[in-house]
């Protein structure tokens, strides 16, 4: 079955980056987009941007255009997200999914950011 | 952006209860909209894509129907495990946006 893994929770000063990996299995990683989302303490889900597994490929959120990076590494079947300059608002729990048309959204686990000095 | 509007913002409502939720975009979506069920520490568990259509391993007590602007969400014969909170969005762009969410709170 279709499985997102991420990497652990991350501590961060402001000014630093963080990269946070999914490492997907049960399906054809470059077939289908991964999505980046986050959610802040007590907040709503906000959409980071996505990436084209096959391609590499990316569309950002503007709100994120300029400080993230989404990369993989099709030959382990990992998508990675960077965010650099990190401010203290960017203390959140980071998700990847992936959307099948015909299935649905599947979900990782999330990953904690905390960025603080 | 399309702009995703949930009501209610909360609502307490008592076990074996039918509740329904509304969601409206700020344009047509057709009907590339989904909904999640969140609680308190987890990630989001997909509920229903595509607007109607349910996600593999939900109960059909979730049912899910709307087009274009206007969607809804019910949850028939309420339990206490369907506490949580209850987000809506839009895929219709690859600008993903979200409804600010619902809290469901068991009497």
């Known amino acids: 079955q279709v499985q997102l893994v991420q990497s652990g929770a991350e501590v961060k000063k402001p000014g630093a980056s963080v990269k946070v990996s999914c490492k997907a299995s049960?399906?054809?990683?470059?077939?289908?987009?991964i999505h980046w989302m986050r959610q802040a303490p007590g907040q709503g889900l906000e959409w980071i941007g996505r990436l084209n597994p096959k391609t590499g490929g990316t569309d950002y959120a503007p709100r994120s255009q300029g400080r993230v990076t989404m990369t993989r590494d099709a030959s382990i079947n990992t998508a990675y997200m960077e965010l650099s300059s990190l401010r203290s608002d960017d203390t959140a729990v980071y998700y990847c999914?992936?959307?099948?048309?015909?299935?649905?959204?599947?979900w990782g686990p999330g990953t904690l950011v905390t960025v603080s000095s | 952006d399309i702009q995703m509007t949930q009501s209610p913002s909360s609502l307490s409502a008592s076990v074996g209860d039918r509740v329904t939720i509304t969601c409206r975009a700020s344009?047509?979506?057709?009907?590339?909209l989904a909904w999640f069920q969140q609680k308190p520490g987890e990630a989001p568990k997909s509920l229903i894509y595509?607007?109607?259509y349910l996600q593999s391993g939900v109960p059909s007590k979730f049912s899910g129907s709307g087009f274009a602007t206007n969607f809804t969400l019910t949850i028939s014969g309420l339990q206490p495990e369907d506490f949580g909170t209850y987000y809506c969005?839009?895929?219709?762009?690859?600008?993903?946006?979200f409804g600010q969410g619902t809290r469901l709170d068991i009497k």
């Open positions: 595509a607007a109607s």
């Open positions: 049960g399906y054809t990683f470059t077939g289908y987009y």
């Open positions: 999914a992936r959307l099948d048309m015909t299935s649905g959204w599947h």
């Open positions: 969005q839009q895929y219709n762009s690859y600008a993903i946006t």
């Open positions: 344009q047509d979506i057709a009907n590339f």
